[in-house]
């Protein structure tokens, strides 16, 4: 079992910033598989930001440029740097990672972003 838990969220103003990081109960030294996914009312569950397998970073299209993933093995913490933040970030976030191919979710953290 692994627990994952969002913080930094919050209301903020268009243009604003917040940082959300999500600690693992376990290790994620060796887990390429993590990312943040966000999800708004009436829509579908998409992926944000996420670590691949390979090592490498993937964005949504309306975050790129504006948004970046980072971890900090030591703390066992993923962070989202969202930057110049619009409306329609709004969403509750979370995190999640693959350990030994079960994947584990955040209960995630309330964005709201007010224009």
């Known amino acids: 079992q692994v627990q994952l838990v969002e913080s930094g969220g919050g209301l903020v103003q268009a243009g604003g910033s917040l940082r959300l990081s999500c600690v693992a109960s376990?290790?994620?030294?060796?887990?390429?598989?993590m990312g943040w996914h966000r999800q708004a009312p009436g829509k579908q569950r998409e992926l944000v930001a996420g670590?691949?397998?390979?090592?490498?970073?993937n964005y949504a299209d309306s975050v790129k440029g504006r948004f970046t993933i980072s971890r900090d093995n030591a703390k066992n913490t993923v962070y989202l740097q969202m930057n110049s933040l619009k409306v329609e970030d709004t969403a509750v976030y979370s995190c999640?990672?693959?350990?030994?191919?079960?994947?584990?979710w955040g209960q995630g953290t309330q964005v709201t972003v007010s224009s």
């Open positions: 999640n990672g693959r350990w030994y191919a079960v994947t584990f």
């Open positions: 376990r290790s994620i030294f060796g887990i390429k598989s």
């Open positions: 670590f691949t397998n390979d090592g490498s970073t």
